[in-house]
């Protein structure tokens, strides 16, 4: 198969929100091959920029448009994946939004490759035989602890064994607040459901300031604080888990890089690793760093807060690994990301999710659902159009 077109749809509900909450627009990537083979992918950052990415003019040598190193390329087996990925980061380097660009194309390119094979991704992986994980509802903290207790009372009467909350008021008040906030989220979710916490790279690299919230944590049982720092915040990250007796350390959603998870994984003390597939660079990334986690005994969680696109491409790289147990689900999407595709990936009586076993992703965009959040763009640059929308 030879890639002959590249197609990136900018979705985006009506109003955007300053909340953490990334499912409020999407970037969703088509690619074509020649044979008539389709695949699909997304990637988790601002549209217009990585639209930018693919189509912009060269500056020089080291900073061209990703498109460069994509179209006209083969794509026969995960090598050639792998390849184009090398060829992005090294023609791009200094385009900074490539990263993002490139991740939903990788992972687009697996589903197509996926499909033509009449393989799951996670099989093209060397993963035959995928395991169930414990889905855990990812939530934002309430604006006060009784909306906190709320929702997780919500969580609470449905089949999920594990929730977190996050972002919202959490860091950017007292002490005492946050506790309260920990707090009504373990008395809504119950003794035995597992609780984790993420701040949400508000306390920078103050180490002193997250330390102060541990007791709480701890008194509320909490497995994990994710993302204290900000993802190169190594020291930090290690400084705090060497300060924290129960609560372990979880981060890597902001990687862009492979190496750049490696080196949490390796200095920052981290009991998780999470990798954002629409964000390290796609699947292939991912697997690289969900296999070193495996060997040095960090656990691997996928990183998604938005559509079931995206979840099944988290869930690719380490589908098969019966120690990695746990799966970011999102429980508030937007109308957008909850509409996104033609299936869904359910939880079940138990709380578990599996990976889709059909071809590619197993999952599809639900064209007629998304068009009315379509944005039309089109650049132009000195009278030429570089991009404009393409039709569904």
């Known amino acids: 198969m030879k890639i002959e077109a590249v197609d990136f749809y900018y979705l985006s509900m009506p109003e955007v929100r300053d909340i953490g909450d990334g499912s409020q627009d999407a970037l969703l990537v088509r690619v074509v091959m020649d044979d008539g083979t389709v695949g699909y992918g997304e990637c988790e950052a601002a549209p217009l920029p990585s639209i930018a990415a693919w189509c912009c003019p060269m500056s020089h040598s080291a900073c061209k448009p990703v498109r460069d190193a994509v179209l006209g390329r083969r794509v026969e087996s995960p090598a050639d994946i792998a390849r184009i990925g090398a060829d992005v980061r090294a023609w791009s380097l200094d385009l900074l939004q490539a990263a993002h660009t490139l991740s939903g194309i990788d992972i687009a390119l697996w589903d197509a490759l996926g499909r033509k094979r009449g393989a799951p991704v996670h099989a ?7 395991e169930p994980k414990t889905a855990y509802a990812s939530v934002l903290f309430g604006d006060d602890p009784q909306q906190t207790l709320e929702k997780a009372r919500g969580i609470a009467r449905s089949p999920i064994r594990a929730a977190k909350f996050g972002w919202g ?34 306390f920078g690299t103050d180490v002193e300031a997250a330390a102060a919230r541990l007791p709480a944590l701890e008194a509320a049982r909490a497995t994990w604080l994710e993302e204290p720092f900000v993802s190169h915040g190594l020291a930090a990250y290690a400084a705090l888990a060497q300060r924290s007796a129960r609560v372990r350390m979880a981060g890597g959603e902001g990687c862009h890089d492979p190496l750049q998870g490696v080196a949490m994984i390796d200095h920052a003390g981290l009991g998780f690793v999470q990798i954002d597939t629409g964000r390290i660079g796609g699947i292939t990334p991912a697997a690289e760093v969900a296999a070193h986690a495996a060997s040095r005994g960090v656990r691997y969680v996928n990183h998604t807060f938005t559509t079931h696109l995206a979840l099944s491409a988290s869930l690719q790289p380490y589908a098969g690994s019966a120690a990695d147990d746990l799966c970011e689900y999102p429980f508030e999407p937007s109308a957008l990301a909850a509409g996104f595709t033609t299936t869904k990936i359910e939880i079940d009586s138990a709380g578990r999710v599996r990976v889709p076993d059909a071809p590619g992703l197993g999952v599809a965009p639900d064209l007629d659902a998304i068009r009315p959040y379509l944005v039309d763009v089109e650049i132009k640059i000195a009278g030429r159009t570089r991009f404009r929308s393409p039709t569904p």
Do not use: F, M
Not at 124 to 130: A, I, K
Not at 169 to 186: K, L, M, T
């Open 124 to 130: 093209l992986l060397g993963q035959p035989r995928p």
């Open 169 to 202: 008021p959490y860091g950017r008040g007292s002490v005492a607040a946050d506790a309260e906030q920990v707090h009504a989220a373990r008395e809504g979710l119950g003794p035995d459901r597992i609780l984790l916490v993420d701040a949400g790279t508000v």
